[in-house]
């Protein structure tokens, strides 16, 4: 096997080559914010919003698919921000064939396609960090073959180094929300993401954890065939939840629904792990409404404290004990919160839980409208910013883009599903040393731990 290409390490010739790219175009947006500042300038969120997004948009790669993730965190980003930013898609060029050899080459060496009996030369999805190849094993299996875009290590290196800059224009700007928790979550995240042997070990703990969800399927690895920068999996034939949800009936997508709930909700409360990433293109829908789990870069394993956090804070949102409610926020990491910031956060938290208030079949929409959400949001940020800010925990980061994201998913759904229900048999007999043991068993099975 020849040794692999400089381009394939986290060289400083890729980090340099990456500055120059991403450098300019974001330090002048810092330098136009802060010379605002500076200047006593008013400045306009709407504009600097929109010049954020091209910036971004034009750079792809990690950092736009981290302008993905802020813009479904709320109070990450002002709501002008988070608007211009969901607008962004992953649209990465695909790698050439001639490309795509010499890559599969240093991966699985020079006889690297007779280890397939089909590999197909045209890429089959694309998406931010690499992209998925269809092929077909000796055995008869189709596969998904995702391949790695070269000299990603010193292009995420780079980005996270220059969002820094993004996020420091940001806090001057508008100091409501702390964002360096943020950035530390990101940067761990998506260098667990470059790793695709650590991404095969959450596929293997996802097959554990919903062995018996028989609504769920999730891709067996070929190990044989995988290395850190190579994933190949078996394919999961099922057609996109957009074109499900357009043409089904009622039923049918109350129960497309419930697998999708069962399968973040119960690995997060039997488990103590989330997977953070509930993008349209990273499941699909089978004839039977079951749902193909794919994707499982972003991976977020909790402390049971956490979890039991979650729990707590819905039991005080219902029964209105503030004493639960303070000790839940405490749990999770916030510091030094006073009564005006509990009634804050407590406004957001309630808006969060609402739909697992009520006891009775309902849209997630009902209380949860994208306008009132607007509403809502832009309320607690401008109690939060005239309290003086606060610094988000990084648990948070994957936590509530899972949140929002599922939420969006039911709402494309249009599904009409008692959640209060489906949460609580889901948390039923929860104990936090169970969790513990049973999160032990599961890393340790998965190779995590």
């Keep these: 096997m020849p040794p692999k290409k400089p381009s394939d390490e986290n060289t400083l010739q890729g980090r340099v080559k990456r500055y120059a790219q991403v450098g300019t175009a974001i330090g002048g947006f810092a330098a136009r914010v802060a010379g605002e500042r500076v200047l006593g300038l008013k400045s306009d969120p709407a504009k600097n919003a929109e010049g954020l997004k091209l910036v971004l948009g034009g750079l792809k790669g990690p950092l736009m698919k981290v302008a993905q993730i802020l813009s479904t965190i709320p109070e990450a980003l002002p709501p002008e921000y988070a608007k211009e930013l969901s607008q962004l898609q992953a649209n990465a060029p695909h790698m050439g064939w001639p490309f795509v050899?010499?890559?599969?080459?240093?991966?699985?060496?020079?006889?690297?396609?007779?280890?397939?009996?089909?590999?197909?030369?045209?890429?089959?999805?694309?998406?931010?960090?690499?992209?998925?190849?269809?092929?077909?094993?000796?055995?008869?299996?189709?596969?998904?073959?995702?391949?790695?875009?070269?000299?990603?290590?010193?292009?995420?290196?780079?980005?996270?180094?220059?969002?820094?800059?993004?996020?420091?224009?940001?806090?001057?700007?508008?100091?409501?929300?702390?964002?360096?928790?943020?950035?530390?979550?990101?940067?761990?995240?998506l260098k667990e993401e470059l790793d695709y042997k650590n991404e095969a070990c959450n596929l293997a703990l996802y097959r554990h954890m919903l062995a018996k969800e028989k609504g769920v399927h999730v891709p067996e690895v070929l190990d044989e065939l995988s290395?850190?920068?190579?994933?190949?999996?078996?394919?999961?034939?099922?057609?996109?939840?957009?074109?499900?949800?357009?043409?089904?009936?009622?039923?049918?997508?109350?129960?497309?629904?419930?697998?999708?709930?069962?399968?973040?909700?119960?690995?997060?409360?039997?488990?103590?792990?989330?997977?953070?990433?509930?993008?349209?293109?990273?499941?699909?829908?089978?004839?039977?409404?079951?749902?193909?789990?794919?994707?499982?870069?972003?991976?977020?394993?909790?402390?049971?404290?956490?979890?039991?956090?979650?729990?707590?804070?819905?039991?005080?949102l219902q029964n209105g004990d503030r004493?639960?409610?303070?000790?839940?926020?405490?749990?999770?990491?916030?510091?030094?919160?006073?009564?005006?910031?509990?009634?804050?956060?407590?406004?957001?938290?309630?808006?969060?839980?609402?739909?697992?208030?009520?006891?009775?079949?309902?849209l997630i929409e009902e209380t949860n409208a994208a306008e009132y959400g607007r509403e809502t949001v832009a309320k607690v940020h401008k109690e939060l910013r005239r309290l003086g800010g606060v610094k988000p925990p990084r648990e948070f980061v994957l936590m509530d883009r899972a949140a929002v994201g599922l939420g969006s998913v039911f709402m494309h759904l249009r599904a009409e599903v008692n959640w209060h229900r489906l949460f609580h048999d889901t948390i039923a007999g929860f104990d936090a040393k169970n969790l513990e043991k049973a999160q032990s068993a599961a890393l340790k099975k998965a190779g995590l731990y």
């Design 323 to 362: 004493a639960l409610a303070v000790s839940a926020y405490e749990t999770w990491g916030f510091t030094g919160l006073s009564n005006e910031m509990i009634d804050t956060l407590n406004i957001w938290a309630a808006f969060v839980y609402a739909p697992l208030m009520e006891d009775r079949p309902r």
């Design 101 to 189: 050899n010499r890559r599969m080459t240093s991966e699985l060496g020079e006889g690297w396609k007779d280890k397939f009996k089909s590999f197909s030369r045209e890429a089959a999805r694309a998406a931010s960090l690499g992209q998925v190849h269809k092929a077909v094993a000796h055995d008869g299996r189709a596969l998904a073959c995702k391949l790695q875009y070269p000299d990603m290590d010193s292009v995420v290196e780079a980005d996270l180094k220059q969002l820094k800059l993004v996020f420091a224009a940001y806090r001057r700007m508008d100091p409501a929300i702390d964002p360096s928790e943020i950035h530390t979550e990101i940067s761990a995240r």
């Design 227 to 316: 290395t850190k920068r190579l994933l190949s999996m078996t394919w999961l034939e099922g057609d996109a939840i957009k074109d499900v949800a357009a043409r089904a009936d009622q039923k049918t997508r109350d129960a497309i629904a419930v697998n999708m709930f069962h399968a973040w909700y119960v690995p997060f409360y039997k488990f103590g792990v989330i997977h953070g990433d509930p993008h349209l293109g990273n499941y699909t829908v089978r004839d039977d409404t079951t749902i193909n789990l794919m994707d499982f870069g972003a991976i977020r394993i909790f402390d049971p404290s956490f979890v039991k956090g979650v729990i707590d804070l819905f039991r005080a």
